[in-house]
């Protein structure tokens, strides 16, 4: 059973720290089209920005954060006071709290959650970007953890390393079990 533990711990560390894609030097412009072709009603200047902000605002969260180790490492590291925010939840939140500032009219944001369900897996957390009036589903994920802050994205359909949840549908699962676990109040009979 040890054996097993440590395997699985070692295939996940390994996963959780792989090396990101090599830069080409044009994510912003690459970006950019992958979210245009969300759809053609979108606004060719909200999907320029959306790019521009989601890599601008990646790289200075990487020096608010203080990253200096892969995900996992780094996660260790918030977890015991040792830096200030970086963990998945963060980037997710304050990326989808700094997009939500451009006003979009073409473009909406959402946040998923994958590995809820999986006791082998630590939950990890993202935000999409949708055409306007769009599920999650039909979006493009904006993942600045997964390589430690350099900024995955891809159509949520074709990214098959994780299996994306709308977080609220997550959080309310997990509220009904945390209800579920309450013992009935009880008074004292004296």
């Known amino acids: ?69 892969p995900p996992l490492i780094h996660n260790a590291k918030v977890n015991k006071g040792l830096r200030p925010r970086g963990l998945c939840w963060h980037w997710a939140e304050d990326i989808e709290r700094r997009l939500k500032q451009e006003n979009f009219q073409t473009l909406e944001l959402h946040r998923a959650i994958a590995n809820a369900d999986n006791p082998l897996r630590i939950d990890h957390s993202t935000a999409i970007i949708s055409r306007k009036g769009e599920s999650l589903y039909e979006g493009v994920v904006l993942d600045p953890w997964r390589y430690g802050g350099v900024l995955f994205w891809s159509p949520l359909v074709e990214d098959t390393r994780y299996e994306w949840v709308p977080r609220d549908v997550v959080l309310e699962k997990r509220r009904q079990e945390q209800v579920a676990r309450l013992k009935p109040y009880k008074p004292e009979t004296p």
Do not use: K, N
């Open 1 to 69: 059973m040890i054996r097993v533990l440590m395997l699985v711990a070692t295939l996940a560390l390994g996963a959780a720290c792989s090396a990101p894609p090599a830069s080409t030097g044009d994510e912003v412009q690459r970006l950019t089209a992958e979210i245009q072709l969300l759809g053609p009603d979108i606004d060719p200047e909200e999907a320029r920005r959306a790019a521009q902000v989601a890599y601008s605002y990646t790289a200075q969260l990487v020096g608010e954060y203080q990253i200096t180790d």
